[in-house]
């Protein structure tokens, strides 16, 4: 399965974004989809993650109350709105799929499958 990344930007403190990341081919519904983000000189985050059938979900402590995940079904797309964006979000932020996530899901080595990442810089 391929996984494209797409929505970033160079956004301003307080705006809003929303993060869009297809697949090639629809998930199980068992398969988990999960959005990390990379910031400089930084390791891997998790940010948000959701269960393609269930629609369970799960977020970063960071972002709780201000990002949301959210899947299409007929589309394929899992969507990441992002709102109130500061400058600590600001980092690559790259969408992956994983096909026997359980309660590891904010482990990067969960995951098979990612998208090439999309730049979302948030300026003061």
């Known amino acids: 399965v391929q996984l494209q990344a797409s929505g970033g930007g160079l956004v301003q403190a307080g705006d809003s974004l929303r993060l869009s990341c297809s697949a090639s081919a629809r998930p199980f519904s068992s398969a988990y989809m999960g959005w990390f983000r990379q910031g400089p000189g930084k390791g891997r985050e998790f940010v948000a993650g959701i269960r393609w059938g269930a629609g369970t979900r799960h977020y970063g402590d960071s972002v709780k109350g201000r990002f949301t995940i959210s899947r299409d079904k007929s589309e394929n797309t899992v969507y990441l709105q992002m709102n109130s964006l500061q400058p600590d979000d600001t980092a690559v932020y790259y969408c992956?799929?994983?096909?026997?996530?359980?309660?590891?899901?904010?482990?990067?080595?969960?995951?098979?499958?990612w998208g090439q990442g999309t730049q979302v810089t948030v300026s003061s």
């Open positions: 992956a799929k994983g096909t026997h996530v359980s309660n590891d899901y904010s482990w990067p080595g969960a995951y098979r499958d």
